[in-house]
C-alpha cells in the first residue's frame, strides 16, 4: 500500500506559478511511475505529466509550462506550473503506476487531490 498526499495548490493569477508536492508514504517509489493528471469541474480526467526510469512524458497543453520532478531521497514528486492560464484551474491528482503511461488505468494508488485554481 502507498499512501500519497498532495499540497501546494491555492489561487493564483494567470500568468503566475505554483509547486505542487505529492509525498508518498507506505514504501519507497523510486522505481515507480508518478503521474499527475487533473479533473476540472464537468471533465474527465485528464494526463498531465509522469516520470519514470525511461523519462518524463507531457500532456501538449502544459509542454514548455509545467515541468515533473521528484526526489527520491524524500519519497516525493514534485509539478512545477508555470505561466498558469485559467484553463489549468481543476484538481490535481498524482498516481503511483507501475509502468509508463498517460492512461490513468495503469496508476494503482492514488492522492486525495490539491485544487488549483486560475483567475483571469
Known amino acids: 500500500q502507498v499512501q500519497l498526499v498532495e499540497s501546494g495548490g491555492g489561487l493564483v493569477q494567470a500568468g503566475g506559478s505554483l509547486r505542487l508536492s505529492c509525498a508518498a508514504s507506505?514504501?519507497?517509489?523510486?522505481?515507480?511511475?508518478m503521474g499527475w493528471f487533473r479533473q476540472a469541474p464537468g471533465r474527465e480526467r485528464e494526463f498531465v505529466a509522469c516520470d519514470s526510469r525511461s523519462g518524463a512524458d507531457y500532456a501538449d497543453f502544459v509542454v514548455g509550462r509545467f515541468t515533473i520532478s521528484r526526489d527520491n531521497a524524500k519519497n516525493t514528486v514534485f509539478l512545477q506550473m508555470n505561466s498558469l492560464k485559467p484553463e489549468d484551474t481543476a484538481i490535481y491528482y498524482c498516481a503511483v503506476g507501475s509502468r509508463r503511461a498517460t492512461l490513468s488505468r495503469f496508476y494503482d494508488y492514488w492522492g486525495q487531490g490539491t485544487q488549483v485554481t486560475v483567475s483571469s
Open positions: 507506505g514504501r519507497t517509489i523510486s522505481g515507480n511511475t
